[in-house]
């Protein structure tokens, strides 16, 4: 029986795709030459991996300190203007925890700004830990992050469920040796090898799902 549930944020728990839009054609306006083209899909791609990742290949000629400063001073009001969340999801996460399931984080988001997203949305209560980038973890799709958890709320394999949107939470579960769940809320590709265990397309789906473990 499943107990342990392990949330990816980004694309997950919160819709930040247009915050990472706007951020990332802000970025590229400023520090791109005039011709640049900015692609939508492109920044799409930078929704999982670490940030430090996404500035390696999108400003490979800057310095990544700098890139990384002027990111993190320029987003914070997106969070403000243009953060989502999905359909039921704070119905079904209060469900969840009520049942009994142990609602966890493993993120590359840095810890302020997760923590500030799960209080703008009131269930920041609800989990009972987060491991996120700002501490000194291997990011997905290394399974530190997932193993550390199961390892403090003993936790077995069969008794964990990885929930993300990207591959690299579906490859990071499969590292771990747990199953994954990856939501279809917003606009994403799949690598074939990298596929999760299942798909759902809401929140309503996922609860149902993770009922039948």
């Known amino acids: 029986m499943v107990k342990l549930l392990i949330f990816d944020m980004d694309g997950t728990l919160i819709d930040t795709d247009e915050v ?15 011709d640049y083209k900015i692609e939508r899909e492109l920044i799409r791609t930078f929704s999982g991996p670490p940030i430090e990742d996404s500035i390696a290949r999108a400003f490979p000629e800057k310095d990544p300190h700098f890139i990384l400063s002027e990111y993190r001073k320029r987003t914070a009001k997106y969070y403000d203007t243009d953060l989502k969340f999905f359909d039921n999801e704070k119905e079904v996460l209060n469900k969840l925890k009520k049942d009994g399931y142990i609602l966890t984080i493993a993120t590359s988001k840095n810890r302020p700004m997760t923590v500030k997203s799960l209080k703008v949305f009131g269930v920041y209560d609800l989990f009972s830990d987060m491991i996120t980038s700002s501490e000194d973890v291997a990011h997905k799709p290394n399974p530190d992050s997932l193993l ?8 077995k394999k ?11 939470d579906a490859l990071a579960a499969r590292n771990a040796g747990v199953k994954s769940i990856l939501l279809k809320l917003c606009p994403r590709t799949y690598e074939k090898d990298k596929m999760p265990d299942y798909f759902v397309s809401s929140y309503s789906e996922l609860y149902n799902l993770i009922k039948i473990f």
Do not use: P, Q
Request: proline letters at 0%.
């Open 20 to 34: 990472l839009y706007k951020t990332w054609r802000e970025l590229f306006e400023l520090y791109k030459s005039k």
């Open 148 to 155: 550390l958890l199961m390892d403090k709320f003993n936790a």
């Open 158 to 168: 069969e008794e964990t469920l990885m929930i993300g949107d990207t591959s690299f």
